[in-house]
């Protein structure tokens, strides 16, 4: 099944990663921004969305508390303006001495289910992050691997990908990846991981509403119609039981 462009994002449906709650991280500065972006999203055809704020303890100090309140703030206008639209909340968790110590004490936010949506350093290979990895499967957490295309010590080491699609872990492809934003080098890899077929979730990591010309560049690009026909964990937070 083959969807034009501009109907693709609602085919998706969902948005299981974007930066859109307000003065919490890096991503929406007002609510104004975040409203900005949900109206983006929501005039796309898009239904479903789960802000996922960073939770990185030297840049990004959140915790489940300050993700409920500017949560709550955001809610309490987008469920005015767009009723049929579902905005819930989990993190992007950086993979660091904190989140292990939430992996310990099991107090992880799941985007659904039990799917967390995990990154780590995009500049320099940290030995320890399948081990974080592990602990959180052996918790009986699932990992979904936050832009897999944009870590540039992998690149030239697709073994890497590899052992981590043979542990289960998601990938998650950014659409702002396959609209060029971060690169060739991170376009093309996004890619390849769509035509292998290895490609578990799609999010837009938006941080801010100027970017979405480059969600618009997404579409245009042919890998997204073999994206589209994946089988996403986007489809199936549609379906997923209403929390
Ligand atoms: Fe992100």
Redesign the pocket.
């Known amino acids: 099944m083959h969807s034009s462009p501009d109907e693709l994002l609602a085919t998706i449906g969902s948005d299981i990663?974007?930066?859109v709650l307000p003065a919490i991280d890096d991503?929406a500065a007002t609510m104004d921004d975040s409203l900005a972006l949900l109206e983006l999203h929501y005039k796309a055809g898009i239904r479903r969305i789960v802000a996922?704020p960073?939770i990185r303890s030297d840049f990004f100090p959140n915790t489940a508390d300050t993700i409920k309140e500017a949560y709550t703030k955001l809610q309490s206008v987008a469920a005015q303006r767009w009723p049929d639209l579902e905005l819930t909340y989990a993190a992007?968790y950086y993979a660091d001495d904190y989140l292990m110590a939430l992996i310990e004490t099991d107090e992880l936010l799941p985007l659904f289910d039990r799917y967390v949506?995990v990154?780590t350093s995009m500049r320099s290979e940290q030995p320890y992050f399948i081990d974080i990895l592990r602990a959180m499967i052996d918790r009986g957490w699932k990992p979904v691997l936050?832009?897999p295309e944009r870590y540039r010590p992998w690149h030239h080491r697709p073994q890497r990908y590899a052992e981590l699609y043979e542990m289960n872990v998601i990938f998650q492809i950014?659409l702002l990846s396959l609209g060029g934003l971060y690169g060739p080098a991170e376009q093309a890899l996004a890619e390849k991981l769509i035509q292998q077929g290895w490609v578990g979730a799609v999010?837009s990591?938006l941080?801010q509403a100027a970017q979405y010309r480059y969600i618009h560049r997404a579409l245009q690009n042919p890998s997204i119609q073999l994206l589209g026909d994946l089988p996403l964990l986007n489809h199936t937070i549609l379906l997923a039981d209403k929390a």
């Open positions: 990663h974007i930066h991503g996922t960073h992007e949506l990154e936050a832009h950014n999010g990591d941080h």
